[in-house]
């Protein structure tokens, strides 16, 4: 796993102001050095047309000669690459069956000659995670690239001509661009994106392509990228489709999924570093776990983390199952929340970033790192399966749709029904999302309750600089559900793939993870069992009432079904209890502290009378949270 890190001028001139500079990627590359703590290279190419730079966590091929930026001998092509291609030996195997001569071990040279032989073709032949930038010597532009789920970041900014020249800068952080003098305004709370800003608020996070400043995006998932005399075009290389169903048996689904998962696992053992497991105990990890001491029968170690507060503790499952499966588990207790490691999870995250369980993420991923480089994860079982509660509910709403011919609703009426606040509109909201269009509930009633506290908290000049609205970022999915999926849980669920899982789950364990230089490889995201449970019919996923059915009866031939059929947990932390008792003065000090510039968009007496509301009982645990990562982040630097 890397960093990576590029600067191209629009137009390539022999020296002077405005080339290419390497001493400006000097301060990207330091603050990319946790992910990618073994090398550090950059290159710039005679005349001063690009930059790349690149840190490297070695991981396969240790000699320092398969660092990168890594070049093409038999074009001039380029690459800074992060990630890992899990199939790259049977693709280096039939490159080698056409000829081609490898110098290095590993796969980035794999992924180079890919490229010159099939071009932007080669997308659809890579299996892993990825994000890279590549500088096309012959047609003189730099393409970019990130994976089918968006496991691997990448951001951007399309500077306009100035007197360094310009150009496109990106990075695999946002706080390392921030550090390039292109970026604007290295990222001062006067550089808010109003309608990210307003996203955040209804999100926790800001959904791609936006990030919090104006003008840096986000590389989207499944997108590439070309940058050129022309510009910079971008668009979508991969999308699933949950239209077309495989006609099969649970007993056949079962064999499938089963040997698509096992070859999933065993992909992602390839390492020339030590690898573990994280193992939190639920479903997911336990699954995977269990694939992992099959495959590597007595030698697979497992790292879990517990806490004291017994509600949220699933370490007695993780021990339950590394003891069922034969695996070694090491364990800590994460200690009682030190309010000093917020400002660090907001100075990490480089945007405002409110999951509450990116902190018990980074303390997992530091202490597993002690003991290994790789470790497998269970990410993505809920994505892949229908494993949250919200599926269940919607189910019933799709056999009310198999039974009758309803319309699919306009964008116009639920705008309408959004922004209406009678009680009458109240209700009809409730049914609908309820019982008929449960994909539209996050407009309909998510939003809807989220507002009045966003409409306190907003200065009359934000509300007018908010020139799009939560409704205008979510159509656009609906719409596009529609066109891939036939049913309301699979729109949901497309929806969901699309948005939170990239941009909430999965920023979380990358930043966390990376932090501490420390790969983690994600066997439920591949995208061939993404692709076959997109193929499965829904009553083998949600059965009975019962979520990610398919899956727990995978885990049977291998668990304990008292693992298997528990209340699910989720990784999170008190903080409802917290903010309300013992965090109350840290919350009223942070936002009393906020950079003077959030000012600009957020009433910071209204915010401090929300925390103070929930101080006295009133459930303001969401917005609350909130507005203090939003208050840390504004002033870390």
Request: with cysteine.
């Amino acid at each position: 796993m890397c960093g990576i890190c590029g600067h191209v001028r629009p137009t390539p001139a022999s020296g002077g102001p405005g080339q290419a500079d390497l001493a400006a990627l000097a301060p990207l590359l330091g603050l990319l050095a946790h992910r990618g703590p073994d090398q550090t290279d950059s290159w710039l190419e005679p005349g001063g047309a690009v930059a790349l730079g690149h840190t490297r966590l070695s991981i396969l091929d240790l000699d320092p000669r398969a660092g990168q930026p890594m070049h093409d001998p038999h074009t001039g092509n380029v690459i800074v690459f992060n990630g890992e291609i899990y199939n790259f030996r049977a693709l280096r195997t039939a490159l080698e069956e056409q000829g081609e001569v490898f110098r290095t071990t590993g796969d980035t040279e794999v992924l180079l000659a890919l490229y010159r032989l099939h071009g932007r073709d080669c997308l659809p032949l890579l299996r892993g995670m990825f994000a890279f930038a590549l500088w096309d010597a012959g047609r003189r532009e730099l393409f970019l690239a990130r994976d089918r789920l968006g496991k691997k970041p990448l951001v951007y900014f399309d500077g306009p001509p100035s007197a360094n020249g310009g150009g496109l800068v990106f990075a695999s952080e946002l706080r390392a661009l921030r550090a390039h003098p292109l970026c604007p305004a290295g990222g001062s709370v006067h550089g808010l994106d109003p309608e990210a800003l307003d996203l955040y608020l209804s999100l926790g996070y800001v959904p791609a392509p936006r990030t919090i400043l104006k003008g840096v995006r986000k590389l989207p998932p499944a997108h590439c990228a070309v940058y050129g005399q022309d510009g910079l075009r971008v668009w979508r290389w991969w999308d699933v489709d949950y239209r077309e169903k495989l006609d099969v048996s649970e007993a056949e689904a079962l064999d499938l999924a089963w040997d698509c998962l096992r070859e999933s696992v065993r992909l992602r053992l390839e390492s020339d570093v030590p690898l573990g497991l994280l193992l939190s105990g639920g479903v997911d990890s336990s699954l995977v776990a269990a694939v992992l001491a099959d495959l590597s029968p007595g030698q697979a170690r497992a790292f879990s983390i517990g806490f004291d507060e017994k509600k949220y503790n699933e370490l007695p499952h993780a021990q339950t199952v590394a003891s069922h499966l034969g695996l070694n588990l090491t364990h800590e207790i994460m200690p009682a929340a030190t309010l000093e490691a917020l400002p660090e999870v907001a100075l990490r995250y480089g945007e405002p970033y409110a999951d509450d369980s990116a902190l018990p993420s980074l303390f997992l991923s530091r202490m597993a790192r002690k003991h290994i480089t790789v470790a497998l994860g269970g990410d993505g079982g809920d994505e892949l399966a229908l494993g949250y509660p919200t599926y269940r509910h919607a189910k019933v709403a799709s056999a009310i749709h198999s039974l009758l011919p309803l319309s699919r609703p306009k964008d116009e009426s639920l705008r309408r029904l959004a922004s209406t606040h009678t009680d009458i509109a109240r209700a009809r909201r409730e049914f609908l999302a309820a019982n008929l269009w449960p994909e539209t509930k996050p407009l309909l009633r998510t939003e809807p309750r989220l507002w009045p506290l966003k409409a306190r908290l907003y200065t009359p000049e934000a509300r007018q600089r908010l020139a799009a609205t939560y409704a205008d970022w979510f159509l656009p999915w609906l719409d596009r559900s529609f066109e891939h999926a036939a049913n309301p849980v699979e729109r949901m669920l497309y929806i969901d793939n699309a948005t939170c899982l990239p941009d909430d789950l999965l920023v979380k364990m990358d930043i966390a993870s990376m932090a501490a230089s420390l790969e983690v490889r994600s066997p439920l995201l591949d995208h061939k069992l993404i692709e076959l449970f997109a193929a499965l019919p829904v009553g083998l996923k949600v059965h009975r009432g019962e979520t990610k059915h398919l899956l727990k009866k995978m885990a049977e031939r291998v668990l304990p079904k008292h693992v298997l059929y528990r209340r699910k947990q989720g990784f999170d932390l008190p903080i409802r209890e917290w903010m309300a008792g013992p965090m109350h003065g840290f919350v009223m000090d942070a936002l009393a502290s906020a950079d003077p510039g959030l000012a600009e968009h957020l009433n910071m007496d209204a915010a401090k009378a929300i925390a103070r509301e929930h101080a006295e009982g009133k459930n303001r645990k969401n917005m609350l949270w909130r507005l203090l990562v939003l208050a840390l982040w504004s002033r870390a630097r």
